[in-house]
């Protein structure tokens, strides 16, 4: 998650199922269907987990809705577990697909939500026949987001399936906030009747018949936009592919930083194959989904092809034209012998395709143009680095028991990414960034209540430290952690009053004198030994024992999936740790002469540990 204008409130994810209350069409070329039912109040679920009470405060809140498969007589839908949900693995049937609330009535007990007629897929398809009567699943909203906060206007772009968000922004836009709209529909009678506020230009853009997906009307009429002075936030949706230049102008051409920027792909232009018995349904199993191929190329030598393209910059240099193999490599700054290697690969993956003598990326290629794609791929950023380092350390810790990462990098992992400046920047940014997600919910945990002085060890322990001060007007909060490290940290936050920052490490006796300490996914990247010894010696305080908290996931091996075990085995290769089980953290505990006073549920289903030496 990166750092935004607009602060996130993020609650319990939850699933209800609902009834449909009505059917209208708000355009030709725009269904609304009006849902409601009991379960939008609390309630426990049949799980027997506490399902929360439906919220939506932001106008671009997304929920998913479970759909029905031609091949199976019922939806396919995930559980209710504690703030989380339980998904079906492996389950052919399961479909759903992503919207938007257009309306959040709490009083009438409504929701409504507008599906774009174009084309054939699984969502408009259900839209085009649903009557009023029947259920369907939902599962979220899960967080929110308001308008952005310290901009001075707001850029917002978006095509028919933006529309829905935009409208509900424009009826709850801010008094006075300048800003500029623009909004893309197929023909001028989809045209809707929208409030125009004080201080907002609103465009429509028809493609007049033209197919979604398919023109620059969007990117065209941004770069003739007027550019107001002051901070602008841009906030722009639609179909994927036509983003990306839209992303790329506005990061690199008009220069905006991440904080000022939000580009979101709603769906994506792609080739839907109809059912052979109803041309208005798609064909399931004969439609490629985009999206999960690209992930299946994201092993082995793919895997690595993908990260060389995302490190040299291959997509943002094809990205205006088709260029030979010369052209390209002199635009990427590599050999052209070793790139026309690289492109010819690419082509056999299906991620370029030659023209002439010049070549340019697929669709399916194109996904190197999404930022976040982009970022997780680049071998010279955190993400493939850990990666890399788990792989290649991940023989040894199967066979041994502990990973060989010194073997290949000279130091151990810790030690390589705090040796290099801005991996150690990136790392730590990417924790901060990530604890926009529970930081705020885990200060306001009971584990806290009495606590005068607490010691943050561990991810995201500044954004932690913030967030407690934030909520406990008496606290003072000590962020420890290495020099390098502290750093940073000063830099990502304002100097605050009761935020202090003390360098020393988790393993070593602690000599601030607070009487809590917690510990923010430490023992996750230990191995069993020194999470003991971790454990004692945040419990063991100059004044006497001391209050020890644990923050962090746990492996349930009940719902957890490949992305869980991938990340546990990782962690395990690079650190002799993991994700542990319930089990295990008590195990850990019992070894350190801890007991488990409280244990809570916090945000997305981690976990709060509240330990006391044991009697």
């Not at 602060?7 to 030709?28: E, S, Y």
Request: glycine share 10%; net charge negative.
């Amino acid at each position: 998650m990166a750092r935004s204008l607009r602060p996130l409130d993020v609650f319990p994810i939850t699933t209800r199922t609902l009834d449909v209350l009505r059917v209208a069409d708000v355009t030709p070329g725009m269904r609304r269907v009006t849902l409601g039912g009991a379960q939008l109040a609390a309630h426990t679920a049949a799980s027997g987990f506490p399902v929360a009470a439906f919220r939506s405060d932001g106008f671009d809140d997304e929920f998913k809705m479970v759909l029905p498969h031609p091949a199976a007589p019922e939806p396919v839908g995930p559980v209710q577990a504690d703030g989380v949900l339980t998904w079906p693995r492996g389950d052919e049937h399961l479909l759903f697909r992503t919207y938007t609330v257009r309306r959040w009535d709490a009083d009438a007990g409504e929701i409504d939500v507008d599906f774009v007629l174009h084309g054939v897929g699984a969502a408009s398809s259900w839209a085009r026949r649903v009557q009023p009567g029947e259920r369907v699943q939902i599962a979220g909203p899960k967080s929110s987001a308001p308008h952005p906060v310290g901009a001075d206007w707001t850029l917002v772009a978006g095509d028919e399936t933006a529309l829905p968000a935009i409208a509900r922004w424009l009826e709850n836009w801010p008094t006075g906030a300048p800003g500029q709209v623009f909004i893309e529909i197929g023909e001028p009678s989809h045209r809707q009747d929208l409030p125009v506020p004080d201080g907002v230009r609103v465009t429509w853009l028809s493609r007049d018949g033209a197919e979604p997906g398919t023109t620059s009307l969007l990117l065209d009429a941004l770069r003739t936009a007027e550019w107001w002075d002051g901070v602008v936030f841009a906030w722009v949706a639609g179909e994927a592919l036509t983003l990306a230049p839209i992303r790329r102008w506005l990061r690199q051409q008009k220069g905006l930083p991440k904080e000022q920027v939000e580009v979101t792909g709603y769906w994506r232009r792609q080739e839907v194959v109809v059912s052979e018995q109803d041309a208005s349904t798609p064909d399931l199993e004969a439609t490629t989904d985009a999206d999960e191929q690209f992930h299946e190329l994201s092993e082995v030598l793919p895997a690595f092809a993908l990260r060389v393209a995302a490190t040299i910059g291959l997509a943002e240099a094809l990205a205006a034209r088709p260029l030979t193999v010369a052209e390209a490599a002199d635009a990427c700054a590599a050999h052209p012998v070793g790139l026309g290697k690289l492109l010819r690969y690419l082509v056999a993956l299906g991620l370029a395709e030659g023209e002439g003598d010049q070549c340019r990326l697929t669709d399916l290629g194109r996904q190197l143009e999404n930022e976040e794609n982009a970022e997780d791929l680049d071998l010279r950023g955190i993400h493939a680095r850990r990666e890399l380092g788990g792989a290649l350390a991940l023989l040894a810790a199967v066979t041994t028991g502990r990973g060989d990462h010194a073997r290949w990098f000279g130091v151990d992992h810790r030690e390589h990414v705090a040796a290099d400046p801005a991996l150690n920047r990136q790392a730590l940014e990417f924790a901060d960034d990530d604890a926009g997600y529970y930081a705020d919910a885990l200060a306001r945990a009971s584990a806290f209540d009495g606590a005068r002085t607490v010691a943050v060890h561990g991810r995201a322990a500044a954004a932690i430290a913030h967030a407690l001060v934030d909520r406990r007007d008496a606290l003072e909060a000590i962020v420890v952690g290495a020099p390098s490290e502290l750093e940073v940290l000063q830099t990502l936050h304002p100097p605050r009053e009761r935020v202090h920052y003390a360098a020393g490490s988790a393993l070593a006796a602690h000599e601030h004198d607070a009487d809590a300490v917690l510990l923010s996914f430490v023992l996750g990247a230990l191995p069993a030994s020194d999470a003991v010894h971790v454990l004692r010696q945040a419990a063991d305080g100059p004044s006497g024992r001391r209050r020890v908290l644990v923050f962090g996931r746990l492996l349930d091996e009940g719902r957890a999936g490949e992305h869980d075990y991938e990340d546990d085995l990782v962690e395990f290769a690079l650190t002799g740790g993991g994700t542990r089980t319930l089990g295990e953290h008590r195990a850990l505990f019992a070894d350190a002469g801890l007991s488990i006073v409280e244990q809570s549920t916090v945000g997305w289903g981690d976990t709060l540990f509240t330990l006391r030496v044991a009697e």
